[in-house]
């Protein structure tokens, strides 16, 4: 996954506390923007469209 991108809500500051997403048709890979490096979290993205939704709701 090459297209990573932070929130828009990240800004100066703590603006690298942060996750970052790449999606793709089939997957969404979540990272930790301080440690991109490190290991991703990878849903179907159907899941994870689900549970956007859901926070948006709340």
Do not use: Q
């Not at 999606?23 to 923007?33: I, L, N």
């Not at 549970?51 to 709340?58: H, T, Y």
Request: proline letters at 5%; a neutral charge.
């Amino acid at each position: 996954m090459e297209n990573w991108r932070k929130s828009s809500y990240s800004g100066e500051g703590d603006g690298d506390n942060c996750v970052e997403i790449a999606a793709t048709p089939t997957h969404t890979a979540v990272r930790d923007s301080k440690a991109p490096h490190r290991a991703t979290l990878t849903f179907p993205s159907t899941a994870f469209s689900a549970f956007v939704e859901d926070l948006k709701r709340r």
